[in-house]
Every structure is written in structure tokens, then in C-alpha cells.
């Protein structure tokens, strides 16, 4: 039997309501919430909190579950959290894998991102406690 993967992804607004996203070094070098696979013996709230750390150098306080979506291409779960930084800090670049970070204004996302990064965010912000599961099918590209 192989194993579920599983990932994690935070959203973090400022005080402003921007959302921090993080720019790919890789692939469509595209927008995306910090975030990324669970390692071994790793809850998905750790994972949130260690990719945020990784990808853009801040300390957060994992919270409130906004989403899980399940990508049956790859047999994959992905949670979302709300995440609050723990001290007053700006995001910086922090892995090779990622050549930007920045507060971006809801009204004017950067591209490309995909459907699913866009999707994620709005269900942060309309939280519908009764529709936390999502089936997801291959990303679209918002260029």
C-alpha cells in the first residue's frame, strides 16, 4: 500500500487584509500561498508553520482550518490554515525555491497563479464551515 501524501499551506493576511504569496523559482515561476508537502511523523499544522519558516524566514502561530482539498491526480490531501506571525516581521526569501514574497492586494493578485492558489484564498475569506472538503482537478493558469 503506498503512502497518502499529504500537504499544508498557511494564509496570512496583514493588517492591511493583503495576503502574503510567495513567487516559484521553478515550473511557471508562479504566485502561491508558503507551503508544501508534510514530511514523515509531521502533522499538517506542523508542516504549515516548518514551510512558512522554510520559504520566507517567519515564525507563525498555526490556526483556524479554512480548507482540504483532495487532488485525486496525485492522491494528495491539502489543508489550509489561517496563520498569524508571531513577531513583527517582514517576509524574505528564504529557500532557492522561492525568488520572491510579498503582501499582494486581494483586488490585484500577481500572475500567473493558478485556480487553486486563487480558490484557496477566497475560501479563507468566506470561511463556509460546511464545505471544508474540495474534490480539485487539474490547475488553470491565470496568466
Known sequence: MSEKLMGA??????????????????????WDLPGGKSEKDESVQ????REVMEETGLE???GQLTGIYYDPNYDMHHFVFISTINYDQEPKPSS??????RYCSLDD???PISDFTFNRIQEAIEINSK???HVIGPRKWIE
Open 131 to 133: 464545505h471544508l472538503f
Open 109 to 111: 493578485l500577481p500572475k
Open 60 to 62: 507563525v502561530t498555526v
Open 46 to 49: 506542523e508542516t504549515a508553520k
Open 9 to 30: 499551506a498557511a494564509v496570512i493576511f496583514n493588517s492591511e487584509g493583503r495576503v502574503l504569496l510567495v513567487k516559484h523559482s521553478y515550473g511557471k515561476n508562479n
Open 96 to 101: 532557492p525555491e522561492i525568488l520572491e514574497c
